[in-house]
């Protein structure tokens, strides 16, 4: 099978560029929203324990 090299027009690599650039910024977003939910998740539950761990301390 032999590939056929044409010559990309300047318009379509600026195309993919874009696309790529832009594919790329919305993959980052959300990631980091991803992250920052899974922080928030992390910190109430650590939050909670402490708050248990507390309590039985008191209880004691």
Not at 3 to 11: I, T
Request: aromatic share 6%; glycine share 4%.
């Amino acid at each position: 099978m032999a590939l056929v090299s044409e010559p990309m027009s300047e318009r379509s690599v600026k195309v993919a560029v874009l696309l790529a650039f832009a594919s790329g910024v919305l993959v980052g977003w959300q990631a980091n929203r991803i992250r920052r939910r899974y922080l928030d998740w992390r910190k109430r539950r650590l939050q909670d324990q402490l708050a248990a761990t507390q309590k039985k301390l008191d209880l004691a």
